[in-house]
């Protein structure tokens, strides 16, 4: 059973990876950066219960005492007026997930509309909310499966004909390196060092 949990987790980690386009780390967290992400929501909480505490996990230790003194700033400003308020809390906001990116070594280029969130991260995180991983697994799996399936009939009909002229040819290399490097960009996401020890780089399959 064990066994079979983690390997469903492994196959779910591979598969979202690969919806998301293979992103990288700073990419493809920047769902948290929208004004309906995590980091806000948490932000919201805190200030309506006037307690810093709900947003501290969002950034490193060191930068606590930051975010405290602004958020100790946001509450003596927002109850002057509606607009105060606004302005306030859309500050608090702005420096929140500023700092919580810069703890990721992710650039922060200012708060994205809500409802910008790809669809396939706001399914994730309903699935936490939800404490079920199961219907994200299946549509992961199908939109996956179709994109091995797809890159690996382009480069068995092109590698059919790669021998009858350079310009086919050509065309079956590209098929061909579209497709393993697909296929090799899950290996390299799932397993990474700890399965994958270092090759050395005169072996190591490039393209």
Known sequence: MIQKSRTSMMRLGILLALVLGL??????????????????A????????GEVSPVLKWVKPDAEPEIREVFAQTLAVRNLSAEAMALA???F??????I??????????GLKSAGSVAPVVAKADKALEQGSVDELT???LLHTEEGIRARFKQALESRK???????NGREYVEAYVNYVHYVEGIAQLVHGAEHHPARDSSTSHQH
């Open 23 to 40: 992103m990288l780390p700073g990419e493809a967290a920047a769902h948290c950066d929208t004004l309906d992400g995590p980091v806000v």
């Open 42 to 49: 948490d932000a919201r909480s805190a200030l309506a219960r």
């Open 89 to 91: 809390d859309r500050n």
């Open 93 to 98: 906001f702005e420096n929140l997930v500023r």
């Open 100 to 109: 919580h990116r810069a703890g990721e070594g992710a650039p922060y280029s």
């Open 138 to 140: 299946r549509a992961i």
């Open 161 to 167: 004909h790669a021998e009858e002229n350079v310009e």
